[in-house]
């Protein structure tokens, strides 16, 4: 079957992998749709380390084909929506209902598939880039048969990582002042969420002009122009003369996780979604933090996916969440290396692999 395989060197389309059947509480799911998110550029880059030779690809949509033994909550011909969480219901963090924080969630990729032989990784218990895949049973979300599968595809990431940023995880209320630095995929849905949570003024700044139409059509009441506007910062006092009370960094740039803290009104949360390298440090001036002000790091939005991707996916089918609006561009997986070109220069909000 075909995948996007990453090596170590480059990532590549090939036709030969190999998955094996479903085991207890595991699903077996025909991928429909996939999402190009930045994480997975960030494998091929080295921002994000992994182990090769890996499948790519997290953020997916399908019909499930078969479930192993235990697995009763889908059946076969289910249209899902995947999450990356393989959370292990069973722990402390779980039993809270913190899934994200589950410790048998991270760090412990298996090995799927095959090639030639030879065992791949899977990337962040989904690797949602090939024909086939299988995911823990918690994984796969029922949803409804209506939702086009490109547009479905994109709520196990983005949307769960932005929407679920605003209303989990920084708990945004009414009246209330969001800035967003950064309107890319996650940015996006950052706006969006701010909006479903009924943020009064809510300003998105990116360094694009050509973004200003998008981020409006999200939820944004205000955009700044980073490449124009001489200071950021002081453009954005403009329209809040106080300070934000949220503010979400979305890019991934030590110098914007600062300028996020820097914008903060009394007790305001900056909140960090974007990913810089690992070995990277940011700064802050301490004395400003005894206002109540916090840093808060958010894991996947603080999401719980069979209740947030259910949930999700009626706002879409209520017109309350874009999804549509979120596809830019649609490719066959073959199309896979010009995906990633149109991606990394910023061509579009989110690209989709179809098979």
């Known amino acids: 079957m075909r995948?996007?395989?990453?090596?170590?060197?480059?990532?590549?389309?090939?036709?030969?992998?190999?998955?094996?059947?479903?085991?207890?509480?595991?699903?077996?799911?025909?991928?429909?749709?996939?999402g190009l998110c930045h994480s997975d550029l960030s494998v091929i880059d080295g921002t994000i380390p992994f182990p090769p030779p890996v499948v790519l690809g997290h953020e997916g949509a399908g019909v499930v084909e078969a479930v192993g033994?235990?697995?009763?909550?889908?059946?076969?011909?289910?249209?899902?929506?995947?999450?990356?969480?393989?959370?292990?219901?069973?722990?402390?963090?779980?039993?809270?209902?913190?899934?994200?924080?589950?410790?048998?969630?991270?760090?412990?990729?298996?090995?799927?598939?095959?090639?030639?032989?030879?065992?791949?990784?899977?990337?962040?218990?989904?690797?949602?880039?090939?024909?086939?895949?299988?995911?823990?049973?918690?994984?796969?979300?029922?949803?409804?048969?209506?939702?086009?599968?490109?547009?479905?595809?994109?709520?196990?990431?983005?949307?769960?990582?932005?929407?679920?940023?605003?209303?989990?995880?920084?708990?945004v209320?009414?009246?209330?002042?969001?800035?967003?630095?950064?309107?890319?995929?996650?940015?996006?849905?950052?706006?969006q969420g701010a909006r479903i949570a009924g943020a009064a003024t809510i300003v998105a700044v990116d360094a694009n002009p050509a973004k200003e139409a998008v981020a409006r059509q999200f939820g944004a009441t205000h955009f700044i122009d980073a490449s124009a506007a001489g200071d950021t910062s002081a453009a954005v006092r403009e329209i809040l003369p106080t300070g934000a009370d949220h503010a979400f960094e979305c890019v991934g740039h030590v110098r914007l996780i600062r300028q996020a803290i820097d914008l903060l009104d009394r007790h305001g949360q900056a909140v960090l979604l974007g990913v810089p390298g690992f070995k990277e440090e940011a700064s802050f001036q301490v004395s400003s933090l005894y206002l109540d002000k916090t840093i808060m790091g958010c894991r996947y939005g603080s999401s719980r996916p069979q209740r947030d991707i259910a949930l999700y996916a009626e706002l879409y089918r209520q017109g309350k969440l874009l999804l549509d609006e979120l596809v830019t561009e649609v490719y066959p997986v073959e199309d896979f290396a010009k995906a990633v070109d149109d991606a990394r220069h910023g061509r579009v909000a989110r690209g989709v692999l179809t098979f």
Request: proline letters at 5%; a negative charge.
């Open 3 to 34: 995948g996007v395989v990453f090596d170590g060197k480059q990532a590549q389309v090939v036709d030969d992998l190999e998955i094996r059947d479903p085991g207890a509480g595991e699903v077996l799911v025909a991928i429909s749709a996939a």
């Open 69 to 171: 033994p235990g697995v009763t909550h889908v059946e076969a011909g289910d249209h899902v929506s995947l999450s990356t969480l393989a959370s292990c219901g069973a722990c402390a963090d779980c039993d809270r209902g913190r899934p994200t924080m589950c410790r048998k969630a991270i760090g412990m990729p298996g090995q799927p598939f095959s090639r030639g032989g030879t065992p791949l990784f899977q990337f962040a218990s989904n690797s949602a880039f090939a024909e086939r895949t299988i995911v823990k049973a918690v994984q796969a979300v029922r949803i409804p048969e209506d939702i086009p599968a490109t547009s479905a595809a994109l709520i196990g990431c983005g949307v769960l990582t932005g929407v679920g940023a605003v209303l989990n995880r920084a708990r």
């Open 173 to 191: 209320d009414h009246g209330e002042s969001v800035v967003v630095i950064g309107a890319g995929g996650i940015g996006l849905n950052v706006l």
